[in-house]
């Protein structure tokens, strides 16, 4: 039995019970990403010396017999826009191509403080800019189930990986989807937390007011593990939350007697695939056998979400993007002839064709005459969106539905058309612009690729959300079953 179909507590029991070492999960990794990886791609960088170092020191701390913690000596994956101390971190662009980073971000530190072992960084959209994982600098990702579809995106490396079986675990983000999406394509498990609930310090930014780390991994439990070590207040994050972190793992009861369940309407209607919505419908019967009751309801501004989202996500990438100047760090042109032409020369060279695209429409949102029209009216909106949830979450306790309308797209079938692209992330945007918790966990096929349920809850309210999708998942199997690579 391959150590990849451990779920990360058993791999910690059998650490510490000396069945195993860290060495031994290091180098069944490396074995992996060798017969793998050329084909899925998943990672940008890898560091096996290190990594392989890191593994020997720990297990020399096993021997001691001293308590460990949960996340002690397991292998991880780090998406390449968490920046990490003197190991590469591209975002996935040619503009960063050379940056070797002088510190960690703060849930590198939380984990490498835990004791994981890095493997190495993992392939993503450019600046975490799409939804394909198409828009890489590098290459394209590949999904393990079908090596001519999408992985999804931005953070299609980090939930290839998982599925591929080149990593136990992985950290990707998440601003309109980018973990929920490609977790449902890859047939993984991807948690998008509360906004403010994971520190953001060391994610390099595309919309600050959006992004949030979260983990990728085999199943629920495994989950409710990693929240555990990278949730809480970070004081070096203007937007932490200082709430009290709960025992996520303890709430994974298996009970949702009495659970209220809300399903908008539009969420399982036109443009959703008929098998998608098969699965979805299979999925509550499995939740009603529980005890669980659902209603359909409505959150009628969903249908402004995705306009709303990349007018307000387009405007904070225009700002963020404005520090990549060619001066200070990146890639700088050669030869200019003055400043405007060094800044001009770098960022044309160094920015990929969808992050012009982003930052060119932002920075149209943003002008003068046109701030008011677009930008502050997207601001409005955002707020009835938010509104929907909370009036639905006055009466239900989750929301649930497909992650994405469809199962994974080819490459290369939609990358002429940015707004066909766009909607792909119509399910996962409104959630995010109302800034509360949702995991997509895989809940069936859809012409033999996988489909993901999203089941959203109220701000950090993590634990309703981890304790329904394991319930779910233990009456399933769906989350055991591998890509045959």
């Known amino acids: 039995m391959s150590l990849f179909e451990h779920s990360l507590p058993e791999l910690h029991n059998k650490l510490h019970a000396k069945e195993l070492s860290v060495s031994d999960l290091v180098n069944e990794a490396y074995m992996n990403i060798g017969a793998h990886d050329d084909k899925v791609k998943a990672y940008l960088t890898l560091d096996e010396e290190n990594a ?6 720990l297990d020399d701390r096993l ?10 000596g397991l292998p991880v994956g780090i998406k390449d826009n968490i920046v990490t101390n003197g190991l590469r971190t591209t975002c996935g662009s040619q503009f960063l191509r050379n940056f070797d980073p002088v510190y960690d971000a703060t849930v590198v530190e939380k984990l490498t403080a835990a004791g994981t072992v890095t493997l190495g960084k993992l392939n993503m959209d450019e600046f975490a800019m799409g939804g394909s994982n198409e828009n890489s600098s590098f290459s394209p990702v590949h999904n393990p189930w079908a090596l001519d579809r999408v992985p999804g995106g931005s953070s299609g490396g980090s939930a290839a990986a998982v599925a591929a079986g080149e990593a136990y675990f992985t950290l990707g983000s998440d601003t309109g989807g980018s973990i929920r999406q490609p977790a449902s394509y890859c047939g993984v498990v991807g948690l998008k937390p509360t906004y403010g609930l994971v520190s953001r310090f060391g994610l390099v930014a595309f919309a600050s007011s959006l992004d949030q780390i979260g983990p990728l991994t085999k199943n629920v439990e495994d989950s409710a593990y990693v929240l555990q070590a990278i949730a809480g ?3 070096k994050d203007s937007t932490s939350a200082k709430v009290d972190i709960p025992d996520y793992l303890s709430g994974l009861t298996g009970d949702v007697k009495g659970l209220r369940i809300a399903v908008p309407k539009e969420y399982i209607g036109e443009g959703v695939d008929p098998q998608v919505k098969e699965t979805i419908l299979a999925a509550l019967k499995v939740l009603e056998g529980l005890g669980a009751t659902w209603d359909e309801v409505s959150l009628p501004h969903t249908e402004y979400a995705v306009a709303t989202y990349y007018l307000l996500s387009s405007s904070e990438a225009s700002s963020n993007l404005a520090r990549f100047d060619g001066v200070r760090y990146g890639v700088r042109a050669e030869n200019p002839e003055n400043l405007l032409d060094l800044y001009h020369q770098s960022r044309s060279q160094g920015f990929g064709p969808e992050v012009k695209r982003r930052i060119m429409l932002g920075t149209y949102a943003l002008s003068s005459g046109y701030y008011d029209a677009y930008y502050l009216k997207a601001q409005k909106v955002r707020t009835l969106i938010k509104q929907d949830f909370d009036d639905v979450f006055a009466n239900y306790d989750v929301i649930i539905g497909p992650t994405a309308p469809t199962p994974a797209f080819k490459l290369g079938s939609q990358v002429d058309n940015p707004l066909t692209m766009y909607l792909n992330d119509i399910l996962t945007i409104p959630v995010s612009l109302a800034g509360v918790p949702a995991v997509s966990i895989p809940c069936g096929f859809a012409d033999g690729l996988p489909v993901g349920l999203q089941i959203i809850g109220k701000a950090f ?5 981890l304790r329904v999708a394991h ?3 233990q009456n399933t199997a769906f989350h055991k079953q591998r890509p045959q690579l």
Do not use: M, P, W
């Open 52 to 57: 392989r170092a890191r593994a020997r020191q």
């Open 63 to 72: 021997v001691s017999g001293e308590e460990k913690g949960l996340l002690f």
């Open 233 to 235: 207040y970070d004081a």
């Open 461 to 465: 309210d993590e634990t309703t959300v």
């Open 471 to 473: 319930a779910y998942e």
